[in-house]
T-cell receptor, first 115, second 112 residues
Framework: GAGVSQSPRYKVAKRGQDVALRCDPISGHVSLFWYQQALGQGPEFLTYFQNEAQLDKSGLPSDRFFAERPEGSVSTLKIQRTQQEDSAVYLC?????????????FGPGTRLLVL | SQQGEEDPQALSIQEGENATMNCSYKTSINNLQWYRQNSGRGLVHLILIRSNEREKHSGRLRVTLDTSKKSSSLLITASRAADTASYFCATRAIGNTDKLIFGTGTRLQVFP
């Protein structure tokens, strides 16, 4: 079946511009995660949804970052007033059930470059 | 901040050789997972080892876990050029969180 998809794959934004990144998880997966991966680093957790509920947003770096999953499927990560330090790959992952040992299935990521 | 540190940061070997990567982490864990990331692509899950397990095998992969030392190793035997990628360990902490905390990664280059 289809894996996790993300769009756009690449985004170039001017500093100060707002951007919206989309994630389509695997159908039926309850859990959805967003991670940020800086160049040469491992992914860092941003936020977690269980269905439509955002249960953990402890990794969001500032109040310019906002995520939603209104119907418990597709999720959008929005970054307002982008800064150069926001340049990174944004990875979305989903897993079938919460609080289990299931692995997370990752999308290809959105590479964001803020000029 | 990242949980784990991996070493080496980079590793270059010839096809057919074995590759060993090590991961250290900081807090008590529920499980530890290894992921592979090819250039420009997403992460692919390789293997999961639970905190009460010491060793696990999957094909050419062998993972060990030492919770007393808070460390894990990934061994890839008989490496192939297609194994060229970055490898990350990721831990799931004990508690009610599902998030993964990733290490810094090892960049493996396998020359044909």
């Amino acid at each position: 079946g289809a894996g996790v998809s993300q769009s756009p794959r690449y985004k170039v934004a001017k500093r100060g511009q707002d951007v919206a990144l989309r994630c389509d998880p695997i159908s039926g997966h309850v859990s959805l995660f967003w991670y940020q991966q800086a160049l040469g680093q491992g992914p860092e957790f941003l936020t977690y949804f269980q269905n439509e509920a955002q249960l953990d947003k402890s990794g969001l770096p500032s109040d310019r970052f906002f995520a939603e999953r209104p119907e418990g499927s597709v999720s959008t990560l929005k970054i307002q007033r982008t800064q150069q330090e926001d340049s990174a790959v944004y990875l979305c992952a989903s897993s079938p059930r919460p609080r289990g040992e299931e692995t997370q299935y990752f999308g290809p990521g959105t590479r964001l470059l803020v000029l | 901040s990242q949980q784990g540190e991996e070493d080496p940061q980079a590793l270059s070997i010839q096809e057919g050789e074995n590759a060993t990567m090590n991961c250290s982490y900081k807090t008590s864990i529920n499980n530890l997972q290894w992921y592979r990331q090819n250039s420009g692509r997403g992460l692919v899950h390789l293997i999961l080892i639970r905190s009460n397990e010491r060793e696990k095998h999957s094909g050419r992969l062998r993972v060990t876990l030492d919770t007393s030392k808070k460390s894990s190793s990934l061994l890839i035997t008989a490496s192939r050029a297609a194994d060229t990628a970055s490898y990350f360990c990721a831990t799931r902490a004990i508690g009610n969180t599902d998030k993964l905390i990733f290490g810094t990664g090892t960049r493996l280059q396998v020359f044909p």
